[in-house]
Structure formats: C-alpha cells, structure tokens
C-alpha cells in the first residue's frame, strides 16, 4: 500500500463546468502522475509533477490543468469539462518497491468522471 | 511518438491452459513494469524487470525482458480463475524524464 488517496472517486457533472480532482499520498514521494484510462487506449499521462510547483505535460495535457502547492498533494483540474473527458482517472506515485533501488510506479483506486 | 504494442487484446481460456502475454516496442527502457488491474480498482504492481534478458518467476508467472530492453513477456502456467484480470506492461523511458509508456492491456478470462 503507498498510501495513496483520490477524491472524489465518483462524480458526474456537466459540460462547461470546472471540476478539480485530488491525489493525496503519506509517504512524501517526489514524482506524481496523472493518468487517464478508456478502452482501447490503456493508461495516457496527463500531466507529472517533479517536486513542490514543479510540473510538466504529458501525451494528453489540452484541457487539463495540475498543481503542486505542497508535496502530498497533486490536484488536476478539467477547466471546462467536454463530454470527451468522461474517464477514469489515476493518480500514481513512483516510488521504491520490490526491486530495491529501482523506482516504480504505484496508483491510487481511481476517481470515475462523467461528464454529461 | 513511442508506442508499446501489447498482444494479444483478449485472451478467454479454459483453468489450467497456459497463455502468453507479449509486450513489444522500438524503443529501449530503463525498466519494465507488469500490473494487473481489477475492474474498478488502480492496477497493482506485479512484477519490474531491468537487466536484459532477466527473467522473473511469480509462482505460476513468468516475466522476461528482451536482451535489447525493447520488449517482454509474461507467461502464465496452469491458468486459475483468480489470473482474471486487465494485464498492463509499462515502460520506463530512458530520456530521464522519469516518466512510462504504457501498452493498451490484455484482458484475460480464465473459465473454470
């Protein structure tokens, strides 16, 4: 277990409308992720964080937003949702697992978004 | 654009049929991560593999990482309902960037 927390885990909301969802983690890894997953499509990152206001872009970052503040917390942000961001969305931590030295990633359970 | 192919898509099985799962890229990793994910859970960490060529048991699984660190495998022996589940390979890129290609998944039915 990281420790790794998503809220909501569920939410439904409307087009046009801004919607925040948080990862929270306990174990003051650096490196944090955002993905999302669809069918057909596996797992595409949105956005990382490297450190406290550290962040950069991944493969599908238009229309998402990420922030930092503090090291437990990573907060992605649909800016104005589109139907096309209904998804599920993980939060990962690269952390130190069961390979000794050699970092990997763990996720959180997953926030299910639908946008209407 | 680097792309991790991952093969078969689905894979229904009859319990105790063996079955393998490939992972295939032009590109070299760093490492290579196996996960397995249930529906409406995060996926779980397998197994990582880093040396090429090495090779990792997991009781009835076996993980391979090619000698050129571009692709791997994950053979299951003797099938249980309780392998059911969405296989994903992750790749660790090289270019330092700490980030990971994920391949599209293989989901597996094993039928008692």
């Known amino acids: 277990d990281a420790g790794i927390t998503q809220s909501p885990r569920h939410k439904v909301t409307e087009t046009g409308t801004p919607v925040t969802l948080r990862c929270h983690q306990t174990e003051n890894h650096r490196y944090m992720y955002w993905y999302r997953q669809d069918p057909g499509h596996g797992l595409r990152l949105i956005h990382y964080s490297y450190g406290v206001k550290d962040t950069d872009k991944g493969e599908v970052s238009d229309g998402y937003s990420v922030s930092r503040s503090k090291t437990e917390d990573f907060l992605l942000t649909l800016e104005s949702a589109t139907s096309s961001q209904t998804s599920v969305y993980f939060c990962a931590i690269r952390g130190t697992g069961t390979s000794g030295s050699v970092k990997e990633q763990f996720f959180g359970p997953g926030t299910r978004l639908t946008v209407l | 654009t680097q792309l991790l192919e991952q093969s078969p898509q689905f894979l229904s099985i009859q319990e105790g049929e063996n079955l393998t799962v490939y992972c295939n890229s032009s590109?070299?990793?760093?490492?290579l991560q196996w996960y397995r994910q249930e529906p409406g859970e995060g996926p779980v960490l397998l197994v990582t593999v880093v040396t090429g060529g090495e090779v990792k048991k997991l009781k009835r699984l076996t993980f391979q990482f090619g000698d050129a660190r571009k692709d791997s495998s994950l053979h299951i022996t003797a099938a249980q309902p309780g392998d059911t589940g969405l296989y994903l390979c992750?790749?660790?890129?090289?270019?330092?960037?700490?980030?990971?290609?994920f391949g599209t998944g293989t989901r597996l039915k094993v039928l008692a």
């Open positions: 590109s070299v990793f760093s490492s």
């Open positions: 992750a790749g660790a890129m090289t270019s330092g960037t700490y980030k990971y290609i």
